[in-house]
Protein backbone atom coordinates (compact mmCIF):
# COMPACT_ATOMS: atom_id res chain seq x y z
CA UNK A 1 0.00 0.00 0.00
CA UNK A 2 1.54 3.68 -0.69
CA UNK A 3 1.69 5.70 1.77
CA UNK A 4 0.98 9.93 1.37
CA UNK A 5 1.98 12.76 2.91
CA UNK A 6 0.82 16.21 3.34
CA UNK A 7 2.88 19.18 0.96
CA UNK A 8 1.40 22.72 2.03
CA UNK A 9 0.91 25.53 -0.94
CA UNK A 10 -0.46 28.72 -0.25
CA UNK A 11 -4.10 28.95 -0.80
CA UNK A 12 -4.17 31.51 -3.52
CA UNK A 13 -1.99 29.57 -5.72
CA UNK A 14 -3.90 26.17 -5.09
CA UNK A 15 -6.75 28.57 -6.29
CA UNK A 16 -4.94 29.30 -9.56
CA UNK A 17 -4.24 25.75 -9.87
CA UNK A 18 -7.64 24.57 -9.58
CA UNK A 19 -8.94 26.92 -12.07
CA UNK A 20 -5.90 25.95 -14.35
CA UNK A 21 -6.45 22.42 -14.24
CA UNK A 22 -10.13 22.65 -15.46
CA UNK A 23 -10.75 20.75 -18.16
CA UNK A 24 -7.75 18.51 -17.96
CA UNK A 25 -7.40 15.40 -16.93
CA UNK A 26 -6.07 16.04 -13.65
CA UNK A 27 -8.54 15.59 -11.01
CA UNK A 28 -7.07 17.65 -8.37
CA UNK A 29 -4.48 20.32 -7.46
CA UNK A 30 -2.71 17.22 -6.24
CA UNK A 31 -2.91 15.20 -9.33
CA UNK A 32 -1.39 18.26 -11.23
CA UNK A 33 1.59 18.20 -8.42
CA UNK A 34 2.30 14.41 -8.43
CA UNK A 35 2.66 14.83 -12.24
CA UNK A 36 5.23 17.49 -12.03
CA UNK A 37 7.06 16.08 -9.49
CA UNK A 38 7.34 12.87 -10.86
CA UNK A 39 8.14 14.15 -14.24
CA UNK A 40 11.16 16.40 -12.53
CA UNK A 41 12.53 13.04 -10.78
CA UNK A 42 12.44 10.84 -13.96
CA UNK A 43 14.27 13.70 -15.60
CA UNK A 44 16.60 13.74 -12.97
CA UNK A 45 17.10 9.99 -12.70
CA UNK A 46 17.74 9.64 -16.54
CA UNK A 47 19.85 12.45 -16.79
CA UNK A 48 21.74 12.41 -13.63
CA UNK A 49 21.98 15.17 -11.34
CA UNK A 50 20.10 18.84 -12.66
CA UNK A 51 22.84 20.92 -13.62
CA UNK A 52 22.16 24.53 -12.00
CA UNK A 53 21.14 25.78 -15.54
CA UNK A 54 17.98 22.63 -15.87
CA UNK A 55 16.94 23.51 -12.28
CA UNK A 56 16.50 26.89 -13.40
CA UNK A 57 14.54 26.24 -16.43
CA UNK A 58 12.11 24.17 -14.69
CA UNK A 59 11.69 26.47 -12.30
CA UNK A 60 10.94 29.03 -14.78
CA UNK A 61 9.01 27.18 -16.05
CA UNK A 62 6.82 26.35 -13.23
CA UNK A 63 6.74 30.03 -12.58
CA UNK A 64 5.30 31.29 -16.35
CA UNK A 65 2.82 28.47 -15.30
CA UNK A 66 2.11 30.31 -12.04
CA UNK A 67 2.88 27.11 -10.29
CA UNK A 68 5.51 29.54 -8.08
CA UNK A 69 6.01 33.11 -7.57
Known amino acids: MTE ?9 LADRVEETIEGTSFQS ?14 QHQKEGELTEAEFEEITEQLRGLGYLE
Open 29 to 42: TSDLVRFLLRSIVI
Open 4 to 12: YTTVSIPKD
